[in-house]
């Protein structure tokens, strides 16, 4: 079992920058990929990015690529999303997944654990 918090959220202006962090309780967390994803209003969740177990790949969606970095560190249970030049429509939920395996995942139903989610809100 792998329990996920999500923090780092909040309100910023367009062109700011925001670094979401997502902790994970367990012994296992460098046996997971993990994947940043986000659900606006009345819109489906979407990749956001992903990387795998080891850290030495990733895969961005093209809206965010070039201005958010996905990172892990797993002495410390943690994986990151670094966002910059934020724009209003990034204004979503962030929730970060944990899926088993080696390599990334680009579909949501290889994750098998999903955190409660932070809300992130960009003003223009």
């Known amino acids: 079992q792998v329990q996920l918090v999500e923090s780092g959220g909040g309100l910023v202006q367009a062109g700011g920058s925001l670094r979401l962090s997502c902790a994970a309780s367990?012994?296992?967390?460098?046996?997971?990929?993990m994947g940043w994803f986000r659900q606006a209003p009345g819109k489906e969740r979407e990749l956001v990015a992903t990387?795998?177990?080891?850290?030495?790949?990733?895969y961005y969606a093209d809206s965010v690529k070039g201005r958010f970095t996905i990172s892990r560190d797993n002495a410390k249970n943690t994986v990151y999303l670094q966002m910059n030049s934020l724009k209003p429509e990034d204004t979503a939920v962030y929730y970060c997944?944990?899926?088993?395996?080696?390599?990334?995942?680009?579909?949501?139903?290889?994750?098998?654990?999903w955190g409660q989610g932070t809300q992130v809100t960009v003003s223009s």
């Open positions: 367990g012994r296992t967390f460098s046996s997971y990929a």
């Open positions: 997944a944990a899926g088993w395996g080696r390599s990334y995942y680009t579909s949501a139903t290889n994750y098998n654990y």
């Open positions: 990387i795998n177990r080891s850290g030495d790949s990733t």
